[in-house]
Nanobody, 128 residues
Framework: AVHLVESGGGSVQAGGSLRLSCAAS???????MGWFRQAPGKQREGVAH???????TYADSVKGRFTISKDNAKNTLNLQMNSLKPEDTAMYYC???????????????????????WGKGTLVTISS
């Protein structure tokens, strides 16, 4: 069974940084992995995803501020978040798919209907 466990959330002031991690146990596929977030009262939105060859894609709202990466040796997915803004406040979720990112369209990836496994989330709160 695949289990995704996020960590690294917390509360910081605007302009600060956080690094989220997702430990992926039981996930041995070279599939697409990504981060999503859901703010209170809003729909879940795709933040970034990474393919097996390291190709990354970002939502426009985080481009230039967030960096997604994988540590294959540790089977961990990371999200470095810099220059944080109050609008980044949300629950952040890690997700993994059976197939690699290039098997799906960007729209389907960011809408979220290609992901097979989800973590339970880690809360990020940014104060102004």
């Amino acid at each position: 069974a695949v289990h995704l466990v996020e960590s690294g959330g917390g509360s910081v002031q605007a302009g600060g940084s956080l690094r989220l991690s997702c430990a992926a146990s039981g996930y041995t596929r070279n599939g697409c992995m990504g981060w999503f977030r859901q703010a209170p009262g809003k729909q879940r939105e795709g933040v970034a995803h990474i393919s097996s060859d390291g190709t990354t894609t970002y939502a426009d709202s985080v481009k230039g501020r967030f960096t997604i990466s994988k540590d294959n040796a540790k089977n961990t997915l990371n999200l470095q978040m810099n220059s944080l803004k109050p609008e980044d406040t949300a629950m952040y979720y890690c997700a993994a798919a059976r197939r690699d990112c290039n098997f799906y369209t960007r729209t389907r990836i960011f809408v979220g209907d290609v992901w097979n496994w989800w973590g339970k989330g880690t809360l990020v709160t940014i104060s102004s």
